[in-house]
């Protein structure tokens, strides 16, 4: 309320933003080209306010490239967010970069974006399993998962640190009726994993319009934003796209 704003900092309300910019390389793998520069894009989304970089190397290879994450990681000075699936290969680049972070997601070949959350509560043993290798090597991983309470124990027992909750269908909701019940949802979710001690992020399918009453979501640490912000970027440039968005994403109070 107003009356506490005196006693509050500025940081109180700050949900950091992770920039997702795999898809400055789809634009680049559509030729095999050079261009665009994908540290640049990087650099520039650090410019424009980005907390940290999110990149997502897929097993297809089909827009991050294995010498984009050891490139990206060495030079930035902000979190390395490296998004990517369970397979051994993949797990084995993960401890070869080291990144801050890693946010394990499921991965179907043929999908168009990652579609659903991972379902921990089905292979528990299995994504431990890589928590632990990952988590022994000093990275803080988070498991992308639904907004629900059974995945939200999974992700407890697997030994994640932070969950990161699917806002996609939030985002793709048709009427206001079944957006607000998906906010509800993550609002539960949210309360359960900050109560059992994990981290909460979220993400998928923001933008400018849906953004702000995701931030009603309590306990956010950070917002993992992508399509949209690229999208802008090729008419504003990205420094500017990701520099629109900070202010939107600020905790309600
Ligand atoms: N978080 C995760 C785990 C994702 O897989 C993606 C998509 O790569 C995003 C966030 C960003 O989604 P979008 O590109 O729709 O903003």
């Known amino acids: 309320g107003k009356g506490k704003v005196a006693a509050t900092f500025p940081w109180?309300?700050?949900?950091?933003?992770?920039?997702?910019?795999?898809?400055?390389?789809?634009?680049?793998?559509?030729?095999?080209?050079?261009?665009?520069?994908?540290?640049?894009?990087?650099?520039?989304?650090?410019?424009?306010g980005a907390d940290g970089i999110t990149i997502h190397l897929r097993e297809d290879r089909r827009h991050i490239q294995d010498q984009d994450v050891f490139a990206i990681s060495k030079k930035i000075r902000v979190p390395l967010n490296l998004e990517m699936s369970l397979a051994p290969e993949i797990v084995r680049i993960a401890l070869d970069v080291n990144p801050e972070k890693v946010c394990l997601v499921p991965e179907r070949r043929q999908e168009l974006t990652t579609e659903g959350g991972l379902a921990v509560s089905k292979e528990v043993k299995r994504v431990s399993r890589a928590v632990s290798v990952l988590t022994k090597?000093?990275?803080?991983?988070?498991?992308?998962?639904?907004p629900s309470e059974k995945e939200v124990r999974a992700a407890y027992q697997s030994g994640a640190q932070y969950v990161e909750f699917h806002t996609g269908e939030y985002a793709?909701?048709?009427?206001?009726?079944?957006?607000?019940?998906e906010l509800v949802r993550l609002k539960q979710a949210a309360v359960l994993a900050h109560s059992l001690g994990l981290g909460?992020?979220?993400?998928?399918?923001?933008?400018?319009?849906?953004?702000?009453?995701?931030?009603?979501?309590?306990?956010?640490?950070?917002?993992?934003?992508?399509?949209?912000i690229v999208s802008r970027a090729v008419f504003t440039g990205l420094r500017s796209a990701v520099s629109e968005m900070k202010p939107l994403i600020r905790k309600s109070s």
């Open 200 to 228: 909460v992020n979220a993400g998928h399918g923001l933008n400018y319009q849906n953004v702000q009453a995701v931030c009603q979501v309590p306990h956010l640490d950070e917002l993992n934003i992508g399509h949209s």
């Open 172 to 181: 793709h909701a048709q009427t206001s009726k079944a957006r607000a019940r």
């Open 12 to 48: 109180e309300f700050m949900i950091k933003l992770g920039v997702n910019i795999d898809h400055v390389a789809t634009l680049r793998q559509v030729r095999r080209a050079t261009e665009p520069d994908i540290l640049q894009a990087a650099l520039e989304a650090i410019k424009g």
């Open 137 to 146: 090597r000093g990275i803080v991983v988070s498991l992308f998962i639904a």
